[in-house]
């Protein structure tokens, strides 16, 4: 096996309305799975602690948003850049009813988990079927 | 100073090797939950092993430091005395 499995990659560019904060936003890699009970969204939001991170989720669209924290990169003068500094922000389309109330969000090392549990009708049910 | 976005990955997992005017940092990214009962939609995050070699512009001496937070890693590494600039002293005759 090689000594490298991943590589860096550059970061891209998020597409956003223009916010009141200046700066840069950044798309963040995302892991998405489903579970029989829920949809777990994994994103990598490095430099961004616990308390910049936003969720929000507004009907099925769920906006995931954070800042790195402030002074991280102020007063450095760059000798070599490879990449861009600035916040995280991106926007799905739920294709599940999510119960709001169980949403549980998780950050550490840099990484954002969030567990949406499916709404009790969202889930698959299974229906007997009864002989007449 | 030598900053690397690493996140999700254990400061365990990282080894920095200083030497000269080159760092080499190598480590592993091991993601935690692998997904028995479900399906992925999207799969965007890698995993594995990395190795980045950084040279430097000058020559450190001294004790270099490595702090990790919120997955950024960031090494700092004294300059050597010869390559610090000196201040001279401008006398009139």
């Not at chain 1, 760059?78 to 949403?103: C, K, M, N, Q, S």
């Not at chain 2, 950024?72 to 005395?81: D, F, I, Q, R, Y």
């Amino acid at each position: 096996m090689s000594t490298t499995d991943i590589e860096a990659r550059p970061k891209q560019k998020a597409e956003r309305e223009e916010g009141t904060r200046p700066g840069a936003y950044f798309m963040p890699l995302v892991d998405i799975y489903e579970t029989p009970d829920e949809l777990v969204l994994v994103a990598d939001m490095p430099g961004v602690p616990r308390e910049n991170v936003q969720v929000h989720l507004d009907g099925d669209t769920l906006t995931v948003e954070g800042r790195p924290s402030a002074g991280e990169y102020e007063g450095l003068k760059p000798i070599h850049v490879e990449y861009g500094v600035g916040g995280f922000y991106r926007r799905f389309t739920l294709g599940e009813t999510i119960d709001r109330a169980g949403i549980k969000a998780v950050v550490k090392n840099g990484v954002l988990t969030l567990h949406l549990p499916k709404a009790e009708r969202a889930r698959a049910r299974r229906i007997e079927v009864q002989a007449a | 100073m030598v900053k690397a976005e690493l996140p999700g990955i254990e400061p365990g997992d990282v080894e920095l090797t200083v030497q000269d005017k080159t760092i080499v940092l190598r480590g592993e990214r091991r993601l935690a939950e692998t997904v028995q009962n479900g399906a992925y939609h999207r799969r965007e995050r890698g995993e594995g092993r990395f190795r980045r070699v950084v040279r430097l512009p000058g020559p450190t001496e001294g004790e270099p430091q490595a702090r990790f937070r919120d997955g950024v890693l960031t090494v700092t590494l004294p300059k050597a005395s010869e390559a610090r600039p000196r201040r001279v002293t401008v006398h009139s005759e």
